[in-house]
């Protein structure tokens, strides 16, 4: 008999397991509560740009295997675009100063050599300070590992980490920045080539995981609400969903993909962090001058990271706690002030849209990362996934997806298909 395994949430962490798991030839029915999946990665038509946008700019690197994997498994490894080579264009506002970094596609950091493949006013011996980062723990803070000052830190370190944890650096926890450091700039440029889904996260991430599950007989649901678990002998028996409840078979699963509060709503005392993080996005309908890359990284700017799609300009601003309440119009004219600087271009404000996640991550604190549950559960049929799941990375679309496959493992290897 084919094993049914219940996925709660449909955002990348929830879809990752099911595509897994029906690839496995299990029977996968995903329940998502709210109207729309994907969760924090998804596209959505916005009136006020008329344009259809992400909720966020969520960038991939070529090293992250586990994304790839999952979009070569959907058919749409293609749709995530970048150039051929590690390179990453940078503006330093403060002094008007453009350069771009350029990494070898090699372990052996050959680029740090060289004057002109490197950061500007750095030097070989300021690259080789980072090294005891690569191997902190995660109980210690980036502050405690390195110097979180000079050059080095202020144009390349600082946008990487605040990118990655979504957090001040030097409050941060140096066991997660150490493994994003050994994934990427260690491995070599061909771990660190941009990726960008610009045709839009939906049509690359989303909607293709939708059809590839339907397809093997499974089903996406939206505004299916998992009340309740019915917990008995050590494992789910049933779930209340919405006015009906649900049995489960002695050999069926349930994945619990859901955000930590909902988490711990449905499943009392499972640990989670507590704190949470903003990140700001805005979109302005603008289209890009010629001369514009498909990524900047701003550095002495209200803005940090500057994209360049075919019909908009979009920016992303991490640890945005600081402008979740300020008004929506200063906001926007602040962000199109620093855009017009980084683009070279002078125009009045187009139509905009501003999206403020006010709990986008997890706090990336030693405290907040040690608070972080393992796959499984005491329920022996009960896994969890989620990017604020212990999955030795900050919450990016590359822990989502280790921690929707890892759950998915748990499941075949308890009892298989």
């Given at each position: 008999m084919q094993r049914t395994v219940h996925i709660i949430g449909a955002g990348i962490s929830g879809l990752s397991a099911a595509v897994r798991?029906?690839?496995a030839g299990c029977l996968v029915r995903v329940h998502e509560a709210t109207q729309q999946v994907g969760g924090r990665c998804r596209s959505y038509f916005d009136g006020a740009t008329n344009l259809t946008i992400d909720n966020g700019n969520h960038l991939v690197l070529s090293g992250n295997r586990s994304v790839l994997a999952?979009?070569?498994?959907?058919?749409?490894?293609a749709g995530l675009q970048g150039p051929p080579k590690a390179e990453f264009e940078f503006i330093d506002l403060g002094v008007n100063k453009r350069w771009k970094l350029r990494i070898n596609d090699g372990r052996v950091p050959f680029w740090v050599f060289d004057p002109a493949r490197r950061v500007?006013?750095?030097s070989p011996a300021d690259y080789f300070a980072l090294a005891p980062?690569?191997?902190a723990n995660s109980r210690t803070r980036v502050g405690d590992v390195i110097k979180c000052e000079g050059v080095l830190y202020r144009r390349l370190v600082l946008p990487l980490l605040l990118a990655a944890l979504n957090i001040e650096p030097p409050d941060g926890s140096a066991g997660l920045a150490g493994a994003i450091v050994r994934e990427t700039l260690l491995a070599g440029g061909q771990a660190c080539r941009p990726l960008i889904a610009r045709d839009g996260l939906s049509r690359v991430l989303i909607e293709p995981a939708v059809d590839y599950i339907r397809a093997r007989g499974g089903s996406v649901d939206v505004?299916?609400?998992v009340r309740q678990f019915t917990l008995a002998n050590g494992q789910v028996t049933a779930l209340a969903l919405g006015d009906q409840t649900v049995a489960l078979g002695p050999d069926d699963a349930v994945v619990m993909a859901v955000p930590p509060r909902s988490a711990a709503a449905l499943l009392p005392g499972v640990?989670?962090?507590t704190k949470f993080r903003a990140i700001v996005n805005?979109?302005?309908?603008f289209v890009p001058p010629s001369h514009l890359p498909p990524m900047t990284g701003v550095v002495n700017g209200l803005i940090e990271w500057l994209f360049?799609?075919?019909?908009?300009?979009?920016?992303?601003?991490s640890g945005g706690d600081r402008l979740v309440d300020m008004p929506r119009e200063d906001l926007a004219r602040a962000i199109w002030k620093d855009i017009c600087a980084v683009a070279g271009i002078e125009a009045a404000m187009p139509a905009w849209q501003i999206v403020r996640e006010r709990r986008a991550t997890f706090e990336a604190s030693p405290e907040q990362n040690a608070l972080r549950p393992g796959t499984q559960t005491e329920w022996k049929n009960l896994f969890l996934a989620g990017d604020w799941t212990d999955t030795g990375l900050p919450a990016t679309i590359e822990g989502s997806v280790r921690s929707g496959n890892r759950a998915a493992d748990h499941v075949l290897k308890n009892h298989g298909p």
């Open positions: 798991l029906a690839d999952y979009a070569r498994r959907i058919g749409t490894e500007p006013d750095t980062l690569a191997w505004g299916h609400e640990s989670a962090p805005a979109h302005f309908r360049a799609f075919p019909d908009r300009l979009s920016i992303t601003i």
